[in-house]
C-alpha cells in the first residue's frame, strides 16, 4: 500500500520561493512515475513535473520550466518540487501522485494518477 504525505506549502510574495516534500511510504516498481499535479481554484487538474522511477527522467509543464525543479531523495522515499520565482498564477494546491506505466510517466501530464496525497496549499501574492 502506497501513501503520500506533502508538505512545504505556505503563503509567499511573488519571486518567492518554496520547496515542497512529499514523503512516500511503500516501495515502486522501477516502471513508476511520481508527480506533481496542482490544481488552481476553481480549476481542473494540471500536471506540473514528474520524474521516473528508474530511469530519472524529469518532465515538466511549460509554465513551470526554468523555475520548479523535481527530484527525489531515494534514500528518504522523498520526492520534492522546488519552486522558484514564483507568480500569482501559481497558486494552487498541489498534490503528490504516482502511478505504473510502461514507458515510464507517458501521459504524466493527463492527472490519471493511482495513488494521491492529501494536498498542500500554495498561494503567491502579487
Known amino acids: 500500500q502506497v501513501q503520500l504525505v506533502e508538505s512545504g506549502g505556505g503563503s509567499v510574495r511573488a519571486g518567492g520561493s518554496l520547496r515542497l516534500s512529499c514523503a512516500a511510504s511503500?516501495?515502486?516498481?522501477?516502471?513508476?512515475?511520481m508527480a506533481w499535479i496542482r490544481q488552481p481554484p476553481g480549476k481542473e487538474r494540471e500536471g506540473v513535473a514528474a520524474?521516473?522511477?528508474?530511469?530519472?527522467?524529469?518532465y515538466y509543464a511549460d509554465s513551470v520550466k526554468d523555475r520548479f525543479t523535481i527530484s527525489r531523495d531515494n534514500a528518504k522515499n522523498t520526492l520534492y518540487l522546488q519552486m522558484n520565482s514564483l507568480k500569482p498564477d501559481d497558486t494552487a494546491t498541489y498534490y503528490c501522485?504516482?502511478?505504473?506505466?510502461?514507458?515510464?510517466?507517458?501521459?504524466?501530464?493527463?492527472?490519471?494518477?493511482?495513488?494521491w496525497g492529501q494536498g498542500t496549499q500554495v498561494a503567491v501574492s502579487s
Open positions: 520524474l521516473s522511477i528508474g530511469g530519472g527522467a524529469t
Open positions: 511503500g516501495s515502486f516498481s522501477s516502471t513508476a512515475c
Open positions: 501522485a504516482v502511478k505504473i506505466t510502461w514507458p515510464p510517466c507517458v501521459g504524466w501530464s493527463n492527472g490519471q494518477y493511482t495513488y
